[in-house]
């Protein structure tokens, strides 16, 4: 179907600032100044996202696990239903993006949107500085706005994705990748500079009585946002266990991922 859009929003959650990026470079892409729902912080994502009939939505997210972070599924399920015009984004740590891609699809499609574009761009891995080194880096911000572009064009026409095209193999349902893994973290007491940046930005808000000292464990999703934002380097993983396990996923994901995106074939040339 095509679409009259009258309003653009985008809406990401992006702890490390990867996927915050790729949505950004994608919303150039689209020439759009569009309305931003950011959904990392708890204090946003208890405000109601009210959305246009016809509204166009660019969802961006992080894979975690194979799959979506559980409070971004949670939010996805409570949006208003309507037939309006969505691009579905993932962003996963050269490791892989598994069925996140497709759960994000499926979330979208109970909610009555039509998927007219998908991605799965890759950003530099919330556990390591080794894995996805410095990315999206300017080739993946440029094919992030190319894909922008190719929305754009999308939203005149009546194509949309199909779900066999994001099901790699016969699989109906989505493979379950297990919960992320808990995660243990030290702090250096003299590198700490009690600046509290990653109580500010801890998306779940783990840390007790918002001491940078103690992270509730209950609460922590394990997105290293305290690792990746801290300035002084003062937060690091303590668990021998985890960091072998990081050190297999470095091994093995040697080889830069390119992104994948999912857009009718041959577009017409952008008109701009
Ligand atoms: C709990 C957790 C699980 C993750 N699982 C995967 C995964 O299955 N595959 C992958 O390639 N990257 C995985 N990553 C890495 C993130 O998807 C990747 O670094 C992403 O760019 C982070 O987005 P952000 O910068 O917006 O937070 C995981 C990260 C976390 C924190
Ligand atoms: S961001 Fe780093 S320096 Fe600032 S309070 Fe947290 S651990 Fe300490
Ligand atoms: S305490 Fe846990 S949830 Fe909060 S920023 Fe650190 S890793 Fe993320």
Same mark, same amino acid.
């Given at each position: 179907m095509a679409h009259q859009v009258i309003r653009n929003t985008i809406v990401y959650f992006s702890p490390t600032g990867t996927t915050r990026t790729v949505a950004k470079s994608i919303a150039q892409g689209l020439a759009i100044n569009p309305r931003e729902f950011d959904l990392t912080l708890s204090t946003e994502r208890t405000k109601t996202l009210l959305l246009d009939e016809a509204e166009f939505v660019l969802f961006a997210f992080p894979v975690y696990g194979g799959r979506l972070p559980g409070l971004v599924r949670e939010f996805l399920v409570q949006l208003p239903k309507? =037939?309006?015009?969505? *691009? *579905? #984004?993932?962003? %996963?740590? !050269?490791v892989g993006y598994g069925d996140a891609l497709l759960e +994000? %699809?499926?979330l979208c499609v109970n909610r009555d949107y039509e998927v007219k574009a998908a991605a799965a761009f890759v950003g530099e891995h919330s556990y390591?500085?080794? +894995?996805?080194?410095?990315?999206? !880096?300017? /080739?993946?911000? $440029?094919?992030? =706005?190319?894909?922008? #572009?190719?929305?754009?064009? @999308?939203l005149f026409g009546n194509w949309a994705v199909a779900r066999e095209a994001l099901a790699r193999g016969p699989k109906s349902q989505l493979r379950n990748y297990g919960i992320p893994p808990s995660v243990n973290f030290a702090l250096r007491p003299h590198a700490c500079e009690a600046c509290r940046l990653c109580v500010r930005n801890c998306p779940v808000g783990a840390f007790q009585n918002g001491d940078p000292k103690i992270i509730d464990p209950g609460k922590c999703i394990a997105c290293a946002a305290c690792v990746k934002l801290c300035p002084h380097n003062?937060? @690091?993983?303590?668990?021998?266990?985890? +960091?072998? $396990? #990081? /050190?297999?996923?470095?091994?093995? !994901? /040697? $080889?830069?991922?390119r992104p994948a995106t999912f857009l009718p074939p041959n577009l017409p040339e952008y008109m701009g």
């Open positions: 309507g =037939r309006r015009p969505v *691009a *579905a #984004v993932v962003v %996963y740590g !050269n +994000l %699809y499926d390591s500085h080794v +894995l996805g080194r410095d990315r999206p !880096n300017s /080739a993946d911000k $440029e094919s992030a =706005r190319v894909f922008g #572009v190719g929305i754009r064009q @999308t003062a937060r @690091t993983f303590a668990d021998d266990d985890f +960091l072998d $396990e #990081v /050190a297999m996923m470095v091994a093995s !994901n /040697a $080889e830069a991922k």
